[in-house]
């Protein structure tokens, strides 16, 4: 079986373009970033805010009710947040 946990290249990563509306898979073993995040065609799929490694992506799912904002405005992310373990928040 072939199964050792790596990331499958998709082709799907940093700077392409996103094909589907919907939920992606994120693997980037440089730092830890969200596990998934919702993307919406058309836009360039975002990189890591600390380093320039591609980030790849996984498509999941499609999400059709993806949320609009008020005034037709949309979050359009351009780069991931490390997330910091929880122990940062202690005390
Ligand atoms: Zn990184």
Redesign the pocket.
Known sequence: MDSTGTAKDTGLRTSGEVPHSGIYRVS?S??HLPSEVTLLKDQKFPR?S??S?PVLYEFVRSAPNIPSYPGGFTVTLYELPELLPDDELAG
Do not use: D, G
């Open positions: 980037h440089q730092h890591c600390r380093c490694e």
